[in-house]
């Protein structure tokens, strides 16, 4: 397969799942806002979905204020912000046609259809028909696009290039999922005034992992919650189960490439780390190595299948 077609199939995972990923956390965080906080707070809150300094630049030079109205349409429908809903599905459609070869009619016809609703929305209608129903549209779309994928397309490289790309943005995704909680997860930051379980209970809907977690934990706690969205292999968005299928994926393609070794390297050290040291020392510089080791990767993975140094 040529390595053109293989990177537009990696980036064209990786864009669906994006674009939900941020439906999630937009959906989580106005939740979150509706809990009684303090003015501070409630900027706060919104800032957190802005986890590097060109993030925030970018955004402070079109909205003076990290507010409600101002971050959802930063991230649902800026045609300038490149990680927007609206230029995550541009882009994914833009793959989709550039490697329609290696994909089905179906696949093509969901991303299209999914496309000409989206162009069709502007803020107007998101007030009028309401926030939630707009998040919950990319995520049945998102949900949607997989199941035709893994119904419809035959298994071999294309379908592997594709799911590379949706494990390792699910890795980093859950990664910047934890990072706007990462304050909160040590046992001293708990309340007992009914708080955490509604703030803990939006938090784990925003990935998918509320019933889940309630089945394997039952009650509600800072630490369960860590380690079930960082070490459980059960969690298909945990930390390491993404790191995994990155790795087994990457030994399918080439098994000696340099990139199966960095993953695999990677898995280890999740595998190996001390949940509770690293709450006590310092929740937010793994995930920011995390996230480092989740970049590096990618590059490996462009350079040995794409050819792009």
């Known amino acids: 397969m040529l390595s053109r077609t293989a990177d537009n199939l990696y980036w064209l995972g990786r864009y669906v799942e994006r674009a939900e990923n941020n439906a999630r ?96 929305i502007d803020m107007d209608r998101i007030h009028e028909r309401g926030l939630q129903d707009f998040l919950d549209l990319i995520k049945e779309r998102a949900h949607l696009f997989q199941g035709v994928v893994y119904s419809t397309m035959r298994r071999g490289e294309p379908f592997l290039f594709w799911e590379l790309g949706t494990a390792l943005e699910r890795a980093e995704n859950t990664s910047r999922l934890i990072m706007t909680r990462a304050d909160s997860f040590h046992r001293a930051h708990r309340r007992d005034d009914g708080f955490d379980f509604y703030r803990w209970g939006t938090f784990l809907r925003s990935a998918n992992a509320y019933s889940a977690y309630r089945q394997i934990y039952g009650d509600i706690d800072s630490v369960c919650v860590a380690e079930m969205l960082i070490t459980n292999t059960n969690i298909p968005r945990s930390l390491l189960a993404c790191i995994e299928d990155t790795t087994d994926i990457l030994k399918t393609l080439r098994r000696e490439a340099p990139c199966a070794e960095m993953s695999e390297r990677l898995a280890a050290e999740i595998r190996a780390m001390r949940l509770d040291q690293v709450l006590r020392s310092g929740l937010e510089s793994f995930l920011n190595d995390f996230r480092k080791q989740v970049h590096a990767l990618s590059d490996q993975i462009r350079a040995d299948f794409m050819m792009v140094r």
């Open 25 to 120: 956390l937009i959906d989580g965080t106005y939740h979150m806002s509706l809990l009684p906080i303090t003015p501070d707070e409630h900027a706060e809150l919104w800032r957190k979905l802005f986890q590097s300094a060109e993030e925030i630049e970018a955004f402070v030079e079109k909205h003076p204020e990290f507010t409600n109205d101002a971050v959802t349409r930063y991230l649902t429908l800026d045609p300038d912000n490149r990680s927007s809903i609206f230029c995550c599905l541009e882009a994914a459609r833009d793959n989709t046609r550039a490697a329609r070869a290696e994909l089905t009619t179906e696949i093509s016809q969901c991303i299209n259809q999914t496309w000409i609703d989206i162009r069709a």
